[in-house]
């Protein structure tokens, strides 16, 4: 009785504004948070620009420096400046190999044979998949990551040339390669095995453990000091890496500098997006509530009575605070019904594309955002309206 005397002068038009401007809202929040989720596993998975920025520093070799001998590796001091400065997130340094290395690999009874080199870097700069990059001491196997343009330049110029078949990233992961090293007139021979194929990191890759362990074994004895490092920074479009690096003598390899200037803008859009989502969001609250506040006016005197016979503001407020409450649960079942439809669609299209990543994922991250817009819009709602309905109470 107490609802169908309090909702006479409710504006269906207003309270469908603020319906529609809030679903609008709610609907671009939902799906730009779970778009990021979904897509999330293309860019943080093998070789990624959004994942983390990366830039593999070297010393510039001039024509002065060579004939003078100077030397181009990095000192502790050039490491720890490198490591202090505003926009480095971390600096890893890779350590070369001090002993010989021969590798040779057995094709359709060809047997191909070459000198290689061995680098490491810590675990967390390296690009692709961790399982299987363990080494222990008195394990025969060695893990190996390639790049993959070493692959690439086999495919399409060696093997053509030769004759030969193509070899695929899966077959090549199968191949086992006879590894000799040698070193401090020791011999040693063991199998070497490629579990994965890098697009950052241009060079043969193999776990820290075994790297010192080698080095202790068969190295030379000498300090290395590493001719190249990997930096994370925050934004390779930042202005001041350039400059840094500029006064300092330090190259960059490839185009990571314009590449991560990509991913920076295109994080940049992410939160434009969720900005104007949100945007709405509050914009409709505050429509939803000029609309309450107004049926409250309406009904000022309906209300004053309510209170004189005994009605408590509590339940005076309450019809209000669940209409409220309401529209926002219908907001929030539309929107996430919204949300999955279209990401039905994007998931199928992804699919296609990258199939390794097809399934992956799940609705949470919307569920997650949405319950919590839910509550906080629908608590500012509930207070709202009693503070009004207490003002009322307290004019009478």
Known sequence: MLWKLLRQ?????????????????MVIVLLSVQFYNDIKPVFTRGDSFMKKDFLI???RVSTLGTVIGRSNTFTEADVARLQEQPFTKGVGAFSPARFKVYAGLGIQ??????????ESVPDRFVD??????????GQEEIPIIIPRNYLNLYNFGFAQSRSLPQISEGVMGMMRLDIRMSGRGQVKRMKGRIVGFSDRLNTILVPEAFMAWANRMY??????????????VDNPADDRIAKYFKENGYETEGDKLDAGKTAWFLKVIVGIVLSVGLLISVLSF????????????????KLENLLLIGYSPARVARPYQVLAVGLNLAVLGLGLLVVMLVRLQYLDFIGRIFPDIS??????????????????????NVWAVRRKVNAIWMRR
């Open 109 to 118: 009874g060809m047997q191909l044979s070459t000198a290689m080199f061995f």
């Open 128 to 137: 692709t998949s961790l399982d299987g990059w363990t080494f222990r001491e």
């Open 219 to 232: 190295g030379d004895g000498k300090e290395a000091l590493p001719s190249r490092l990997i930096v994370e």
């Open 286 to 301: 505050y429509i939803l509530m000029l609309s309450v506040y107004l049926l409250l006016q309406k009904n000022t005197a």
């Open 9 to 25: 002068h409710i504006s269906l038009s207003q309270l469908a504004g603020f319906f529609f401007a809030n679903l609008f809202g």
């Open 359 to 380: 399934g992956e994922g799940s609705l949470l991250p919307a569920l997650l955002t949405g319950g919590m817009l839910f509550l906080a819009v629908s608590a500012l």
């Open 57 to 59: 520093v070297s010393k």
